[in-house]
């Protein structure tokens, strides 16, 4: 079992690493706008959920998606190439859809104030 500390620099360098082989090395034209947001790595450091954040439509990311799950072996590979450890990981991409959840929240948010911006100067508000 890896120490706390060293499991955080693992995942920030996969993380890293991981990005710059999707974005330099992968050939795939699905392969579109993606970014990595976050890896989960497990204690023994053999298992890698790479979260992915994809712009398009739901087909896109679904193409992106599909995409990712079949260039595996090739990150992998590279990953071995750029780690220092006795094991790579195993890579699961999954898809983050925490910006786009984030981005809704602020939408609506906005609709609020804008619905409400009629009514702010009675009863005084301030």
């Known amino acids: 079992m890896a120490s706390p500390q060293r499991v955080q620099k693992l995942r920030e360098f996969i993380r890293e690493e991981v990005s710059d082989i999707l974005h330099r090395g992968a050939k795939d034209p699905r392969i579109g706008f993606v970014s990595v947001t976050d890896v989960e790595l497990s204690n023994d450091l053999r298992h890698a959920k790479v979260y992915v954040s994809v712009l398009g439509s739901e087909e896109e990311r679904a193409k992106t998606m599909e995409a990712l799950q079949h260039a595996v072996g090739f990150v992998r590979t590279e990953l071995a190439k750029r780690l220092r450890t006795y094991h790579t990981p195993e890579i699961q991409f999954r898809l983050d859809t925490s910006i ?26 301030g």
């Open 100 to 125: 786009e959840r984030g981005t809704r929240v602020l939408q609506l948010l906005r609709e609020i104030r804008t619905s409400q911006g009629g009514g702010q100067g009675e009863g005084g508000g």
